[in-house]
């Protein structure tokens, strides 16, 4: 029992060493920046799913319209409470763990990943780079997914199971909308291509920007 917790000790601390020593404060920020974006992106999934709860609300704004305290205010607290939950232990797809992960690790993988395209020989780097980027997503779940269950004994930020799928979205009964393309633990769902996809659109489109709006100010 000593040597497990001394090894994730080690882990953690070789992660810190790597992220002080091997980033400089440009990435360091890029990463903290593009943990936070995700918990916001993977908040406002939740939400949005939360189909009872929103059902409730646009009922009472189409059918009480001169209560118009509900849309500039119930919604959100609403959006607020799905982020603070997500920030504690009572995870359905973040975790305050997760972020400090992945402010850890994205500038290695964002990095690496971008470097290993870049120095390929096809041109057209940014469209390759938004074709993989699912593949690339993939691995840093799986890679990021067993160090969290190592550390803390199961996945504390997501899992795409049938037994933690059915819990978050009990109203989806469609086998694509299951946990039958999950694998490596739950830590990865290949029908998530498509939202990987998305995402890739997105982190192509304002990386460089990001990166010379963060620089601007050192």
């Not at 974006?37 to 009472?60: G, M, Q, S």
């Not at 992960?101 to 690496?112: A, D, H, K, V």
């Amino acid at each position: 029992m000593c040597h497990k917790i001394i090894f994730k000790l080690l882990i953690v601390i070789f992660l810190l060493i790597s992220w002080l020593f091997f980033t400089n404060i440009i990435e360091k920020i890029y990463g903290i920046l593009s943990a936070a974006i995700f918990a916001v992106i993977e908040t406002l999934f939740k939400f949005i799913n939360k189909r009872d709860r929103l059902n409730k609300i646009f009922t009472r704004i189409f059918y009480n319209k001169d209560d118009d305290s509900v849309i500039h205010c119930e919604i959100p607290l609403l959006f607020y409470s799905r982020l603070k939950n997500n920030f504690t232990d009572e995870i359905e797809f973040s975790s305050f763990r997760q972020f400090i992960l992945i402010s850890l690790l994205w500038p290695f993988f964002t990095n690496g990943y971008r470097s290993l395209i870049s120095n390929s020989l096809i041109h057209n780097d940014f469209i390759i780079r938004i074709i993989v980027y699912p593949i690339y997503i993939w691995i840093f779940e799986i890679f990021l997914g067993y160090i969290i269950i190592f550390l803390f004994g199961y996945n504390v930020a997501w899992d795409y199971s049938d037994e933690k799928w059915n819990k978050n979205f009990p109203h989806y009964k469609n086998a694509y909308r299951t946990g039958k393309d999950v694998f490596f633990h739950g830590n990865i769902k290949l029908f998530y291509v498509f939202y990987w996809w998305l995402l890739g659109i997105l982190h192509e489109s304002l990386h460089n920007t990001g990166i010379y709006l963060i620089s601007s100010f050192f």
